[in-house]
């Protein structure tokens, strides 16, 4: 049976959890970011056409939690050395801290891994999909906002 997301998160999620989760479903919708529904708990929102993050909805017995995962950043973010405009020290500390290596994800798909510099900072052997955040809190969601804000506006030309 397909599922919409928004429907998935009030039915696994609670409290701020939720909370945060459609306010972040909420903000896609709202800059035109497309959701198709889902037979699973994993949606690829798109935005005319373009897939931006992907998000899954990890459901056990031992409860749910929503991950995302991000494949690319804005282009203005990536391989900068020097101050990246518009980006605050907030933001650059959360997605450093949900940088994923690859001996971490374990999937193999993509081992040893890429080496990048994001917003300034280098790492190695980056997974394919190299930002996981996992149950983010308010301040982390809006982080988010501001990456998809960037991926949007590098669709947008």
Known sequence: MSK???DAIRAHLTGTAQ??????????????AVFEDSDTYFWHPQYKGHGTIII?????????????????????WENQQDNVPNVSE??????????????????????PGINKVILGKEFTNLCGSFLGIY???AETVECMKILVDGLISDIEG
């Open 19 to 32: 909370q945060n989760a459609l306010n972040f479903i909420t903000h896609l919708q709202a800059k035109g």
């Open 90 to 111: 907030c933001v650059k500390e959360i997605i450093w801290a949900n940088v994923r290596p690859c001996e971490i994800t374990g999937c193999g798909d993509c081992a």
């Open 56 to 76: 899954n909805l990890e459901v056990s017995d031992e409860g749910a939690s929503l991950d995302t995962f991000i494949t690319h950043l804005p282009n203005a």
């Open 135 to 137: 149950d983010p809190d």
């Open 4 to 6: 919409k997301i928004e």
